[in-house]
């Protein structure tokens, strides 16, 4: 049976009813762009009504009669005035047009997104927040997230950048290990490869997570707004130390940076540092860095165990005593610096007893560079010959009150070489480079309060001074200026910085024969004079105050 074609006015009608929707629709949006200024008045207007209207509703009864007499005057005014009505009216609907203006809409809770991340984040705490025995439990599977949750934020990629997080009293956030488990369990969920803070409030039982921005790498070697004494490691976050410094950042912007300064000499707690880190961390860097400033005011005695030729750009120049690659001549340098820090002590002493001041050539800085030095002890094992850093005892000991600073760094691989006596005297420490958390807690004595991330640039890493709180550093660059690799701007930053060169180097670091003497319990009387002595000076050089 063949089928009947159907009628037209069935066949045609949906597509005419659907022509009819898109003529009415595109009318609808013509007419709505047409009227839309006449819309925003007349919604200013009814906003600015409802508001008079509640202005009046809030106005005390009293004061509703002068208010109408005050508005009736103004009102008068303005009708007499020429032009008045006229401008009245164009300001009446310059203000309504303003009123009634569409304003974006604030978000005020999270979307779907991060609602879903949030609610995650919470039931991943659950077992580490919650006991069996707690009636109300703060986390629970299938509970509310908004009450443990109480500031959040999120990035443009969706990501959290901050969040503060409410926790019951009995959790012990006393104990490390606690605390380095929450910790680990929110930066594998926040995401990884950012750095994290978190920052513990045991008496308010908060916690406070925040990603940290990159520290700049733009600032490079530079002479440094500090006082004899105070040497700039690098830089910090704002927040963590009181002090800042005025640097020169990159395409010559002047501005002022929050500096990590270590102060030596007499009254510093910190004599003498220690670096460790990767190869390639910035560790060399480093003491290129604190060369360059120690230099102005006093001596530099460099020993490279590594012997790459580091320093070579520091071989003969004006303050530089000796830079030693090689086994005996480290051993020769290091000899003659016990010597010497014995006989600033002997010589500081005996002034002491006189009642005279410390001799100059006692007071000048004298700074000892290590770079490697467990290369140097297996080759000393080797040839069997003492370690060198035997020979750091005394000016790691008694350097502090003798003006001497030793300064050592090492590698990871070789930080078990390192002698008891510079482990132990050594309170400034520095990781630099790629680090787990265990190998950085070994170093600065404490865990960092931040997530430390597996690529870092070079001279990045922490520092602590003493028993202080651990701050995350970026080394200035200070890259060996005679490398090929080296940046023409950072290269002519080196090379400025440097001293002239003396008119002649010795080949080794001055050795000279030295006679240790006992000192005396007590004074002996001294020789009459037969010349008038010079008036008696201060007991003590002028300290510089403390920035």
């Known amino acids: 049976m063949a089928r009947r074609p159907l009628p037209r006015i069935l066949s045609s009608g949906s597509t005419q009813i659907a022509r009819g929707r898109e003529i009415a629709r595109t009318a609808a949006d013509s007419a709505t762009d047409v009227l839309h200024p006449l819309i925003t008045v007349s919604r200013g207007l009814r906003k600015l009504a409802a508001s008079a209207r509640a202005k009046w509703a809030a106005t005390p009864k009293e004061r509703r009669g002068p208010t109408l007499f005050l508005v009736a005057a103004c009102v008068l005014v303005?009708?007499?005035?020429?032009?008045?009505?006229?401008?009245?009216?164009?300001?009446?609907?310059?203000?309504?047009?303003?009123?009634?203006?569409?304003?974006?809409?604030a978000r005020t809770g999270p979307d779907e997104a991060e609602t879903a991340r949030l609610k995650g984040l919470y039931e991943a705490?659950?077992?580490?927040?919650?006991?069996?025995?707690d009636p109300s439990p703060l986390f629970s599977h299938g509970g509310d997230w908004s009450g443990a949750f109480g500031e959040y934020a999120f990035d443009g990629d969706g990501r959290l950048t901050r969040l503060r997080?409410?926790?019951?009293?009995?959790?012990?956030?006393?104990?490390?290990?606690?605390?380095?488990?929450?910790?680990?369990?929110?930066?594998?969920?926040?995401g990884r490869g950012r750095e994290y803070r978190f920052d513990w409030d045991e008496e308010g039982n908060r916690l406070v997570l925040s990603v940290l921005p990159a520290l700049p790498t733009t600032i490079a070697a530079q002479r440094f707004v500090t006082v004899p004494g105070e040497t700039v490691l690098g830089f910090t976050d704002a927040d963590a130390v009181p002090r800042t410094v005025p640097v020169l950042a990159a395409e010559g912007a002047t501005e002022d940076a929050p500096a990590v300064v270590w102060r030596t000499g007499?009254?510093?707690?910190?004599?003498?540092?220690?670096?460790?880190?990767q190869p390639g961390s910035g560790t060399t860097s480093l003491l290129r860095s604190i060369a360059l400033q120690a230099l102005p005011h006093g001596d530099v005695l460099i020993v490279e165990g590594g012997g790459t030729g580091e320093y070579a750009c520091l071989t003969g120049r004006a303050g530089v005593l000796a830079v030693e690659c090689g086994l005996s001549g480290a051993l020769a340098s290091l000899e003659w610096a016990?010597?010497?820090?014995e006989r600033r002590l002997i010589a500081a002493n005996r002034a002491r007893q006189a009642g005279l001041p410390a001799p100059e050539d006692t007071r000048r800085p004298l700074w000892i560079l290590l770079d490697r030095p467990g290369v140097l002890g297996h080759l000393a094992a080797a040839d069997g010959r003492p370690d060198p850093q035997e020979l750091l005892q005394v000016p790691l000991r008694h350097?502090?009150?003798?003006?001497?600073?030793?300064?050592?760094?090492?590698?990871?691989?070789?930080?078990?070489?390192?002698?008891?006596?510079?482990?132990?005297?050594?309170?400034?420490?520095?990781?630099l480079g790629p680090a787990a958390p265990g190998q950085i807690e070994a170093v600065l004595g404490v865990q960092p309060h931040?997530?430390?991330?597996?690529?870092?640039?070079?001279?990045?890493?922490?520092?602590?001074?003493?028993?202080?709180?651990?701050?995350?550093?970026?080394?200035?660059a200070t890259p060996d200026p005679y490398d090929d690799a080296t940046s023409d701007a950072h290269r002519r930053a080196v090379l400025d910085l440097l001293p002239e060169r003396t008119p002649a180097s010795p080949a080794t670091a001055p050795a000279p024969t030295v006679v240790i003497e006992k000192i005396p319990a007590t004074a002996p009387d001294p020789a009459p004079a037969t010349s008038p002595a010079p008036a008696p000076g201060p007991l003590h050089a002028p300290v510089p105050a403390e920035g």
């Open 78 to 105: 303005v009708a007499l005035l020429p032009y008045g009505p006229l401008l009245a009216l164009v300001v009446l609907m310059g203000a309504a047009a303003w009123k009634g203006r569409e304003r974006p809409v």
């Open 125 to 133: 705490l659950v077992p580490y927040f919650s006991v069996p025995e």
């Open 165 to 190: 997080i409410s926790y019951p009293p009995y959790f012990a956030d006393g104990e490390p290990a606690a605390r380095a488990r929450v910790e680990q369990l929110l930066h594998a969920k926040s």
């Open 266 to 277: 007499p009254r510093s707690t910190e004599p003498h540092l220690l670096a460790v880190g």
């Open 338 to 341: 016990a010597h010497e820090t």
């Open 399 to 431: 350097g502090r009150a003798a003006q001497v600073t030793v300064v050592v760094a090492e590698q990871f691989d070789s930080v078990d070489m390192l002698s008891e006596a510079v482990r132990t005297h050594t309170r400034a420490r520095i990781v």
């Open 450 to 476: 931040t997530t430390p991330t597996p690529d870092v640039p070079a001279g990045r890493g922490y520092a602590r001074l003493g028993t202080g709180p651990v701050l995350r550093l970026q080394v200035p």
